[in-house]
Nanobody, 121 residues
Framework: QVQLVESGGGLVQAGGSLRLSCVAS????????MGWYRQAPAKQRELVAT???????NYADSVKGRFTISRDNAKNLVYLQMNTLNLEDTAVYYC???????????????WGQGTQVTVSS
């Protein structure tokens, strides 16, 4: 059993900052990529940022220069520092990991339950 649990969401004014955290726990053998996706009302889920186990990061164009993804491999944690938030950043943010469990097999996708980020004017 593997679980991803997000924290750090909330309500913030435009121009403000938030930091999201996600911890992966359970029967984890190895984690490859980790990342954050978001889904706004009536929109499809979209990639925000991903990071490999080696620390290489990739960002959506809409967040480049404002958001920073990082991870702590020893603690199975991934963070998303979000600065200069705007109204379009309002969404449910989901943690994602590509991991392999201790029971063996292949790498598979695991998702958190999501955390709401609301940016107000």
């Amino acid at each position: 059993q593997v679980q991803l649990v997000e924290s750090g969401g909330g309500l913030v004014q435009a121009g403000g900052s938030l930091r999201l955290s996600c911890v992966a726990s359970g029967s984890i053998f190895s984690i490859n990529a980790m990342g954050w996706y978001r889904q706004a009302p009536a929109k499809q889920r979209e990639l925000v940022a991903t990071i490999t186990s080696g620390g290489s990061a990739n960002y959506a164009d809409s967040v480049k220069g404002r958001f920073t993804i990082s991870r702590d491999n020893a603690k199975n944690l991934v963070y998303l520092q979000m600065n200069t938030l705007n109204l379009e950043d309002t969404a449910v943010y989901y943690c994602h990991a590509v991991l392999k469990s201790t029971s063996g097999g292949y790498y598979w996708d695991s998702w958190g339950q999501g955390t709401q980020v609301t940016v107000s004017s």
